[in-house]
């Protein structure tokens, strides 16, 4: 699987969006973007995942450039409960299901505050 | 509904012993995972299972490290011989097959494993 960057760390104001960047400069054509957060001392939590259109759901958007190296997950309002640890992950799919370990980095811990 | 349950929650033991780990999938997810979270560190993969298909073991650290499941249900995770460097919390995952919410994994509480 392709290895992610991502910032240490990252503050937001809480009520406006947070934008958390990820660079994936080697990933390959059929490798998926994810994103997952874990919040302090619970188990990781599924956000959002792409290939190459950008994505929305009830939790974030995630924004993927065109040649697909880099993206962005926008978190549009966020709250303090916001508050966790990001993980940007970049893995394959095969066959229309997702299998297989997660790789996770050491992700970005953003703070939200008042 | 119900999630990924994991048993103990906190398990601290002496060095040398052995140690099993539990976790109860979601009800009708194949797939099951085990991570493991050194203090202030990602996620590390230990195994995978899917269905009768033969476990992933290639994450598993050392021999002392085991894995087990039932079918698709309960899984328990194996450490013999535990040692202070196994200290860590276990993370245990759960993942759907086919149909909505495929690509996630849902994750368990996790057991906060300390070897004195």
């Known amino acids: 699987d392709a290895k992610t960057t991502q910032p240490t760390s990252m503050d937001c104001a809480e009520g406006r969006a947070a934008n958390l960047p990820c660079n994936h400069s080697?990933?390959?054509?059929?490798?998926?973007v994810y994103w997952y957060r874990q919040i302090h001392s619970q188990g990781p939590q599924y956000i959002i995942h792409?290939?190459?259109n950008n994505e929305t759901n009830e939790m974030a958007s995630l924004i993927i450039t065109e040649d697909r190296k880099s993206s962005t997950l926008i978190l549009p309002h966020a709250t303090l409960r916001d508050t966790a640890v990001y993980y940007c992950?970049?893995?394959?799919?095969?066959?229309?299901?997702?299998?297989?370990?997660?790789?996770f980095g050491q992700g970005t811990i953003l703070t939200v505050h008042p | 509904g119900a999630g990924v349950s994991q048993s103990p929650s906190n398990k601290v033991t002496e060095k040398g012993k052995d140690v099993e780990l539990r976790c109860d999938p979601i009800?009708?997810?194949?797939?099951l995972y085990w991570y493991r979270q050194r203090l202030g560190q990602g996620l590390e993969f230990l195994i995978y299972?899917?269905?009768?298909?033969?476990?992933?073991k290639s994450g598993l650290p050392s021999d002392r490290f085991s894995a087990e499941r039932t079918g698709e249900s309960v899984s328990t995770l194996t450490i013999q011989r535990t040692q202070q460097e196994d200290s860590a919390v276990y993370l245990c995952?759960?993942?759907?097959?086919?149909?909505?919410?495929?690509?996630?994994?849902?994750f368990g509480p996790g057991t906060r494993l300390t070897v004195t």
């Open positions: 995952a759960s993942s759907p097959k086919v149909g909505r919410g495929s690509y996630e994994q849902y």
């Open positions: 080697t990933i390959s054509g059929n490798e998926y």
């Open positions: 792409g290939l190459k």
């Open positions: 992950i970049v893995r394959l799919n095969a066959g229309g299901t997702s299998y297989g370990k997660l790789t």
């Open positions: 009800s009708g997810h194949t797939a």
């Open positions: 299972f899917q269905g009768n298909s033969a476990p992933d």
